[in-house]
């Protein structure tokens, strides 16, 4: 069995009058990130991290911020996107761990949803999901509530061929 990781990471800086979307979810907030598709900074760290340890590039190969056919898209599809690449590579995903740095709103309430959002597009069990939320403690663009960023890790495992769980004990 083969495994690879990939490292995944973002920004977005945060303005009035826009969305905020993470992990696909909607967070009521006042202001929401700035971005050419819908600026969802934790799913654009985990596309990155998908991309990294499948050696496919990065987001920005993949899907032009200049192209206006990304203007308001879902992140969610550039998810399902790059799943369809794994698989075309024989790889799947068996895990993901994230990390969360927004200073506000707190987003303990929002966790499981984010949590069960990732799940489903990852294809994964909840067990195999992450989502940790940390402030910035008041320190730079992202203390002060102007920026929202997101880390990820992801595992990828090479697809049993064809029979294989036949051969399983
Ligand atoms: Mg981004």
Request: with cysteine.
């Amino acid at each position: 069995m083969g495994w690879r990781v990939g490292l995944g990471w973002d920004l977005h800086r945060l303005e009035a009058g826009r969305p905020l979307v993470l992990g696909g979810v909607a967070i009521p907030h006042d202001r929401g990130a700035v971005g050419h598709s819908d600026g969802d900074a934790l799913l654009h760290a985990i596309v990155d991290a998908l991309l990294g340890a499948a050696g496919l590039g990065d987001i920005g190969e993949l899907f032009d911020d200049r192209d206006p056919a990304h203007r308001g898209r879902p992140s969610g599809e550039f998810v399902a996107a790059v799943r369809a690449r794994l698989a075309a590579s024989g790889l799947r995903v068996a895990g993901v761990d994230t990390v969360i740095v927004l200073e506000r709103p707190r987003l303990g309430p929002h966790k499981a949803a984010i949590r069960a959002r990732l799940a489903e597009l990852l294809g994964l069990e909840p067990d195999r999901v992450g989502v940790k939320a940390k402030t910035h403690e008041g320190v730079d663009a992202l203390g002060t509530g102007d920026a929202v960023a997101a880390h990820a890790v992801v595992l990828l495992e090479d697809a049993a061929p064809p029979g294989a769980e036949t051969c399983a004990g």
